[in-house]
């Protein structure tokens, strides 16, 4: 599977699926969409999935010129994002995110719903930045960043928009771990191999079982921003 702005290579039960718009990897309903053909036949494959972006960048977030003109194109684009980062964190196989540069806004919400978070070392900046450029954040961002930053900066990161470095992204919770570029890769791979030799069928159950309150809590969210919009 090759589109202009996701790519699909399945190599020994791994799915690399790689996005690239030539830009910033914004989240535009062309992009989410794609992204989601790929989940698809990731699951058909029953494949461990690598999610990765351009170098330099995993994504910027949301189209924003579609998000401040509103009405029923940014409402959608904006619950296809949401309902993307659910979709994987109950996805059936393990997903591993290879965060290659920036993540920001819808960016990280993605990063975020990864099983494993890997980065890149550079001068990136990975955040949430809604609260910075005028926008409150959503139930489903406060929700999405609860279930993984450590409480210390959780309120550093949805309230004041601070961004982090990939260092600090992993003290943060951003991130699992960081990397230097040229290994970002073959350690996502790696992870993606070990991961891929557990019992799917136990590891979609268990991974259910522990994500049951997260799930329902941004299910909830998702309905309740909808409802705002």
């Known amino acids: 599977m090759k589109s202009s702005l996701v790519n699909y290579q399945l190599e020994d039960s791994i799915a690399h699926v790689s996005i ?3 830009k910033v990897n914004v989240m535009s309903i062309a992009m989410l969409s794609a992204i989601n053909e790929a989940l698809d036949r990731a699951g058909r494959d029953r494949a461990t999935v690598v999610i990765t972006g351009r170098p330099g960048v995993f994504s910027a977030g949301f189209d924003l010129p579609v998000l401040r003109a509103g009405g029923s194109e940014a409402n959608r684009m ?3 994002g949401f309902e993307l980062a659910e979709r994987m964190l109950s996805f059936p ?3 591993v995110i290879g965060c290659s540069g920036h993540a920001i806004a819808m960016g990280v919400f993605l990063v975020l719903a990864a099983d494993f978070r890997i980065g890149a070392l550079g001068p990136y900046r990975i ?3 809604e609260v910075a450029i005028g926008i409150t954040m959503p139930h489903f961002g406060i929700e999405i960043c609860r279930q993984r930053l450590i409480p210390a900066y959780l309120n550093r990161a949805v309230t004041f928009s ?6 600090d992204a992993v003290t943060a919770g951003f991130l699992d771990k960081a990397v230097p570029a040229a290994e970002l890769l073959p350690e996502a791979r790696k992870t993606a191999a070990t991961l891929a030799q557990l019992n799917m069928d136990v590891y979609a159950a268990s991974k259910l079982r522990v994500r049951a309150p997260i799930l329902k809590a941004i299910r909830e969210a998702i309905e309740k921003d909808d409802t705002v919009s």
């Open 127 to 129: 955040g949430a930045n």
């Open 78 to 80: 904006v619950r296809m």
């Open 93 to 95: 196989t393990p997903i």
């Open 20 to 22: 690239d718009d030539g």
């Open 162 to 167: 601070e961004v982090f470095g990939p260092e």
